[in-house]
Nanobody
Framework: VQLQASGGGLVQAGDSLRVSCAAS????????LAWFRQAPGKEREFVAG????????VYADSGKGRFTVSKENAKNTMYLQMNSLKPEDTAVYYC????????????????WGQGTQVTVSS
């Protein structure tokens, strides 16, 4: 599975931003996609997950009510719509793929994209 993340940038607190992850080469054991993020000096943390079909979603508490994960099956692209952004959302955002749907453990995912930087200024 190949994953290509894009769409990051510099925004102000309260703004919205959508990051994308183009996926290709799905294997028979790949059922879940996810977004993780990693801020400087911190561990990588789960943000949201979605089934490959796009019908099931899971969110970490940090993004509930502000973030929406979705998948456009025709383009095999996963999105993370982020609203009401806060400075603490600043991180490199990674997309990942693996056999489990909605796992918050990074070692549950076999494939990773290169990451896209999201910076939220106060």
């Amino acid at each position: 599975v190949q994953l290509q993340a894009s769409g990051g940038g510099l925004v102000q607190a309260g703004d919205s931003l959508r990051v994308s992850c183009a996926a290709s080469g799905r294997t028979f054991s790949t059922d879940g996609l996810a977004w993780f993020r990693q801020a400087p000096g911190k561990e990588r943390e789960f943000v949201a997950g979605i089934s490959w079909s796009g019908t099931s979603t899971v969110y970490a508490d940090s993004g509930k009510g502000r973030f929406t994960v979705s998948k456009e099956n025709a383009k095999n692209t996963m999105y993370l719509q982020m609203n009401s952004l806060k400075p603490e959302d600043t991180a490199v955002y990674y997309c990942a793929a693996g056999r489990y749907i909605g796992s918050s453990r990074s070692n549950a995912y076999d494939y990773w994209g290169q990451g896209t930087q999201v910076t939220v200024s106060s």
